[in-house]
């Protein structure tokens, strides 16, 4: 069906216009994309690595976050920042698809392989979502999820509180913001034991550790993992 599908309707890159491989975007536009390389596996922060594997940070050996693992596509800058902006902001749900089509052409072996037999895309609240018209994490997860072989889970947590844009706010502040902001419905995971939350941009984690540690209190998940397509620096 992807076979037939390029056929039909051949990548064009959404920079140049010009005909393009696997993606809308150029192969050299897609090569020249910065990737996070020496950080942490569970929480992507800068790590040294040890005979060429990444390693544990000093925060992850002292305090373990409720993530299990952090795997995200690529450092949130140049033209990724571009696309998810334009997703976000200036009503470009296409670039959803985009987007994850490239995380999984960067490391989806390491997606393949995780795992995770879900997937929950991280909720909007009501009114934000009703202004912007979709979640951009869920359109991100479907592909995703059409991608890997995986479910989405999309009606097994809620935002119940318009929590204020987290852009300028401290990691501290954050958590504080994210406070009773999500509701669990327990019975959506009773079939699975790994899953996966999907995100556009993971900047210091925070929505993800308060949403992972949410549903660790009400279900018997025993690995939460955390997807990004970018994070930032």
């Known amino acids: 069906m992807n076979f037939f599908e ?18 809308d975007l150029l192969e050299t536009l897609f090569l020249a994309l910065k990737r996070p390389d020496d ?3 569970v929480c992507c922060e800068w790590s040294l690595k040890e005979g060429g594997k990444r390693v544990l940070c000093g925060a992850c050996l002292t305090h373990p976050p409720a993530v299990c693992r952090t795997q995200v596509g690529f450092y949130f800058s140049g033209l990724v920042r571009q ?20 995380m999984v052409a ?9 795992g995770v037999q879900a997937l929950l895309p991280v909720p909007l609240f009501s009114l934000r979502r009703r202004d912007r018209g979709y979640n951009q994490a869920e359109l991100i997860a479907k592909t995703l ?5 995986l479910p989405v889970l999309n009606q ?17 502040q954050r958590y504080q913001n994210l406070k009773g902001a999500f509701v669990v419905e327990s019975d959506a995971f009773s079939s699975f034991s790994h899953i996966a939350l999907v995100d556009d941009v993971i900047t210091t984690g925070a929505t993800m550790q308060v949403l992972a540690s949410c549903i660790q209190r009400k279900t018997k998940i025993k690995c939460i993992e955390a997807w990004g397509i970018a994070k930032t620096k």
């Not at 999820?145 to 072989?149: A, C, N, P, V």
Request: glycine share 6%; with cysteine; charged share 20%.
């Open 6 to 23: 390029h056929w039909v309707l051949p990548p064009t890159c959404v920079v140049t216009g010009l005909p393009a491989e696997r993606f």
């Open 39 to 41: 950080v942490c596996p």
């Open 83 to 102: 696309f998810v902006y334009d997703l976000k902001y200036h009503q470009k749900p296409e670039y959803a698809r985009l987007l994850a089509e490239m």
């Open 106 to 114: 960067e490391i989806g072996e390491e997606l393949k392989l995780s």
């Open 145 to 149: 999820g059409k991608l890997l072989g």
């Open 156 to 172: 097994s947590v809620f935002r119940i509180k318009a929590t204020p844009s987290q852009t300028q706010l401290t990691v501290k």
